[in-house]
């Protein structure tokens, strides 16, 4: 049997110490991890139908029955804009076509500070001067996207949930076990220019049923369980500490063997949700997402 | 007890001999319609969503009909009118039959680029997004256990986006090898033959402004109150086959 994982940076495979190696050895099975940094659902859902399709076709499928599909949703905001250098750029590219983003102004400036540090690290040879400013000059093609998009994609990721609930029904041979990576809001409805007028529905909204045998969603965004950096301790590339790498593990083993995980651990506290703190109609200085 | 519709034009009229008209006789309820002719699934959820946050618009035991339009009609924000949004996507297609550009294409042309962007953005996943809005409706119906949902498709899932060369979709497999029978429950039911199949197309003149004749009106008010009755509807009614079946340079209006 195999555990098979699709993400964004929370799942890529970053070897000893890291949750999916630690998740291979409590289940004795091996993990195979499909993630990439800076990734969106899309891309994720998109890979995990490739192989869904591949399995039914092959005689040696690559998920077999009685596997464990883990998917990792990340920011349903990270879109696959055709002039992406890179597949794992797609964070925060809506909020270049915020107008408080305008790089002349303080915010855009703090904006261009965090890019520069931020990505520099990740994408060494990308960033030039300007890091992921440069394509602030789609900015109209990303409102346009954004306003395409509209109010309701305030629930794409509720919807890519429900979504994998229903191929859970199809392909019931296989063990599904989905998170968030990010609260599924995650800073979309500050969005100016994807008009959301209420985020009612979506904060009243109960997964509970969806939970069956072979398929269970977790509701607490990674995020919000293992906190920001502090700086403090050492972290892995899947932003965890090692500690919290071996509980999210023991928190998975917990669930495919349906026992009650322990979330004592949880930190509780969005790591990255500058908005939670700020209710007013303003929105706060800018922190770009980028994890 | 009401009868509250989200469509497009399939259900925006209700007037004499439509099919609201005669369910709502049917099931000696009120009906009301808050479809809009040329509108996608974008712009019936969003009413819909509107309306369930609103404590005092639906009453427990009332119906709710979604008739789910095409999800590449979407709302960009240049559209001079709502019923624009259709066809939209075939204007930033490469390689179609020449012909003699209407209207629609010399007004909308010179967002060819926008809308491309719009396309590859969206993606291969595009092609799931009814099927998302369906198990989106499902989850909603668990949380209003009191009113019964019927949502209906009116095109097909794929309705040629997986021939729209700008969504870069690669198959089509998953989404034909789904099934749905998993989503049936007290309170909700999907029907898995979109309106389209079922009536085929009629010629205007032979249609009351919502694409069916006033026997498939009538047909497909008593397939509507079957389903909410928990009885088998009579389909004998159905066109026998689609009316259309490739991909053409035609705009697709419905």
């Not at chain 2, 559209?79 to 949004?85: M, Y």
């Not at chain 2, 998302?132 to 309705?159: E, R």
């Amino acid at each position: 049997m195999t555990i098979h994982v699709y993400s964004d940076s929370f799942g890529q495979d970053y070897g000893s110490g890291a949750w999916p190696a630690e998740l291979e050895k409590l289940q004795n099975q091996e993990v195979i991890c499909n993630g990439e940094g800076g990734t969106g659902p899309n891309w994720s859902l998109r890979k995990l139908i490739r192989h869904l399709e591949d399995s039914s076709d092959r005689h040696s499928p690559l998920i077999k029955s009685l596997d464990t599909i883990i998917v990792l949703l990340s920011d349903q905001k990270r879109m696959e804009f055709p002039w992406l250098d890179h597949d794992g750029l797609a964070d925060g590219i809506f909020l270049l076509a915020e107008d408080i983003h305008e790089p002349n102004t303080d915010a855009g400036h703090t904006l261009l500070a965090h890019l520069k540090q931020n990505l520099s690290l990740v994408f060494p040879t990308f960033i030039r001067d300007e890091g992921m400013y440069i394509y602030k000059k789609y900015a109209p093609e990303i409102k346009t996207v954004a306003n395409t998009l509209g109010p309701m994609f305030l629930y794409e990721n509720v919807k890519n949930i429900t979504f994998l609930h229903l191929l859970s029904k199809q392909f019931r041979k296989f063990n599904f076990l989905v998170f968030t990576c990010f609260s599924l809001d995650h800073h979309t409805s500050k969005y100016k220019n994807f008009n959301i007028k209420s985020t009612k529905l979506l904060h009243d909204l109960d997964f509970n049923y969806l939970n069956t045998p072979n398929f269970y969603y977790v509701s607490t965004p990674i995020s919000y369980m293992v906190g920001s950096y502090s700086g403090s301790e050492e972290i892995l590339d899947n932003h965890m500490t090692v500690e919290q790498n071996e509980k999210f593990a023991l928190f998975c083993g917990a669930i495919l063997n349906n026992n009650d995980p322990d979330t004592s651990w949880f930190v509780h506290k969005p790591y990255d949700d500058p908005f939670a703190e700020h209710q007013g109609t303003e929105p706060p200085p800018p922190t770009f997402i980028y994890e | 007890m009401t009868i509250h519709i989200y469509s497009d034009s399939f259900g925006v009229n209700y007037g004499s001999g439509t099919w609201p008209f005669e369910l709502g006789k049917l099931r000696k309820q009120k009906t009301i319609c808050y479809g809009r002719g040329g509108t996608g699934p974008n712009w019936s959820l969003k009413k819909l969503i509107t309306n369930l946050e609103d404590p005092l618009l639906f009453k427990p035991q009332d119906t709710i009909i979604v008739l789910l339009s095409d999800q590449k009609r979407m709302e960009f924000p240049w559209l001079e009118e709502l019923h624009d949004s259709d066809g939209m996507f075939l204007i930033a297609e490469e390689n179609r039959r020449t012909r003699k550009e209407n209207q629609y294409e010399k007004t909308y042309k010179i967002y060819k680029s926008e809308i491309k962007t719009v396309a590859n953005t969206l993606g291969p996943m595009y092609l799931y997004e009814n099927v998302k809005n369906i198990t989106f409706l499902h989850l909603i119906s668990k949380m209003f256990k009191d009113y019964k949902f019927l949502v209906f498709t009116c095109f097909s899932l794929d309705n040629f986006t997986s021939n729209y060369k700008n969504f870069n979709i690669e198959s089509t497999k998953l989404l034909h090898d789904l099934t749905f029978e998993s989503l049936k429950s007290p309170n909700f039911y999907y029907y898995p033959v979109p309106i389209l199949h079922m009536v085929g197309k009629n010629k205007d003149y032979e249609s009351i402004h919502n694409h069916m004749t006033n026997e498939q009106n009538g047909n497909f008010a008593l397939l509507c109150d079957a389903i909410l009755n928990n009885k088998e509807p009579d389909i004998s009614w159905f066109v026998p086959h689609t009316y259309y079946s490739i991909y053409s340079s035609e705009f697709i209006y419905e």
